[in-house]
Each structure stands twice: as structure tokens, then as C-alpha cells.
């Protein structure tokens, strides 16, 4: 009986081991987590503030005093505003059904307007 007793005892502390072990390991990677946390939210604010300041970029560039002064520059003199017989204009449900002016729309070649995007 003191054997049987003794293996009894021996299997709980067994599975008493694997238990606080898993337990530890848990604890362990809790803490990795939260000494790596601030780390990661700096990187995270830096990626924001960048992200901010090239919003900030693109919305400068792209606000109509900034485009008008690329209309003067050399390298934009070719371009030109289209005139409105130039311009194909369709209305809702027509930009689906567009063969109809398919022929219409190859006889002209298209001029891209100041600040159009292609």
C-alpha cells in the first residue's frame, strides 16, 4: 500500500512540476511582452508623426497655389487646359455601357488638364 501511496504522490508532484513550469513560462512571456511594449509604441508614434508629415507633404503639393505655380514652370509649358468640346463628360449609369463611345473617344487623342492625374 505504501508504494502505491508513493507513486501516487510521485504522479502529482509530476504533473504539479509541469503545471508551475507552464505557469512560469507564461509569467516569462507576459513580461517579455510588456518590457518590449514601449519600445514598439515609440516606433509606432515615430511611423505616425512621418505619416503625418507626409500627409502634410502631399496636401501642400497638391493645393491649387502650388499647382499654379508649376503652370509656370518650364518643364509643365506643355501642358494645357482641354477645351470642353476635349472633354468627355458621362452620366451615371452611362460610365458602365462606354462602347457607345469607344469610336468617339479614339478619333480624338486626349489632353491632360493642369494638375490632371493619368
Known amino acids: 500500500m ?10 502529482c508532484l509530476t504533473v504539479f512540476t509541469f503545471y508551475l513550469y507552464h505557469i512560469i513560462q507564461k509569467q516569462n512571456q507576459i513580461n517579455y511582452l510588456s518590457l518590449h511594449l ?3 509604441v515609440k516606433e509606432l508614434k515615430t511611423i505616425e508623426e512621418e505619416n503625418m508629415r507626409l500627409r502634410f507633404q502631399v496636401n501642400c503639393f497638391q493645393s491649387p497655389d502650388h499647382l499654379m505655380q508649376l503652370v509656370k514652370e518650364q518643364q509643365y509649358t ?6 470642353l468640346k476635349e472633354v468627355f463628360t458621362f452620366q451615371e449609369g452611362l460610365a ?23
Open 2 to 11: 505504501n508504494s502505491k501511496m508513493l507513486v501516487q504522490i510521485l504522479c
Open 38 to 40: 514601449p519600445k514598439i
Open 78 to 83: 506643355h501642358l494645357k487646359m482641354p477645351l
Open 96 to 118: 458602365l455601357h462606354q462602347d457607345i463611345y469607344r469610336e468617339q473617344s479614339l478619333a480624338t487623342e486626349p489632353v491632360l488638364a493642369v494638375g490632371a492625374y493619368h
